[in-house]
């Protein structure tokens, strides 16, 4: 049987819709995607930082694709690696991996994501030598089921201790958005992760946390103390009305008094609100609090995310 010649090369923009197809059908237990979404996770590729995005085209069809990145959220370079699954078992992954490796030989470490729903995911991180550094929890919780009232209201909140609850699409300002900036890094560094999360420059955080394509204002809620937001979490809408719980924070000064659990309830029923269905977050392993935090909201688990990590030179500072 003839094989069809197969090219491995630097993806284009035209590529996307491609791309994006591909990702649909080898993630069917994650929400669809669309080509904004994936144009925009290209465009955050740290420029500075060694980055490649590969496909694997056959008879002028994309039947796999790689990408390696740094993006600010992150901090090992992060590789992100699918096959069409028809295409599966044939070696493409093989020779997407081998192009990706002349990009990262020189770099310490590679961590590549996969669902724990992924036989084929978990078999090829065992092959190339990947091994196993943590779990994320991931958990949804259907709206229809969710019933605000069994928590303290906004006005209970703000009669008894003056705090009070919005969100971005009704008070945003340029001081409001630079002291949500400087919340989430004062929360980025507490939250117990493989290696601590690098503080984002204001600009980078605003364009992904703001403006990006899946940031909703209406869904950006925060806590205030006076002027001063004291907590916040976020929702955002995927393109098949799926929403995730992106995060969710307390100033140091403000914890223990129950805001973590009280902002995550106001963006839930605002979310419930607008007609969204089901709203999914996950949380590392470490997390208790906030694990504990989803299990009283009535989130159930759902298949975890496994980080891989493949030592390439240990020695080297990440």
Known sequence: MHTPTLEIREARDQDLDGVTDIFNRAH????????????????????NRPHAHFVAEAQRRIVGMAFVRYAPHLQPLAFDIDVDPAHQRTGIGTQLFRRVMDVVRDEPRLVMQVSESSAGGRAFAAKNGFVERSRMFESELALADFDPERFASPGAWQHETGIRFSTLAKEDSPALRRALHRLAQEVSADIPTPEPIPPVAYEPWEADWIEGPIAKPDLFVFALSGERPVAFTQIFTTPDGTAYHRLTGV????????????????????????????????????????????????????????????????????
């Open 251 to 318: 100033a140091r000064d403000h914890r223990g008094k129950g805001l973590g659990l009280a902002v995550k309830t106001e963006a839930l029923r605002m979310a419930k609100d607008l007609g969204i269905p089901r709203v999914r977050t996950d949380n590392d392993t470490p997390n208790t609090h906030m694990l504990a935090i989803n299990d009283e909201l009535g989130f159930k688990r759902l298949p975890g995310l496994i980080r891989f990590d493949l030592e390439l030179n240990p020695a080297k500072p990440i």
């Open 28 to 47: 069917p237990w994650d929400a669809p995607g669309n080509v904004e979404i994936v144009r925009w996770v290209v465009s955050r590729f740290d420029p």
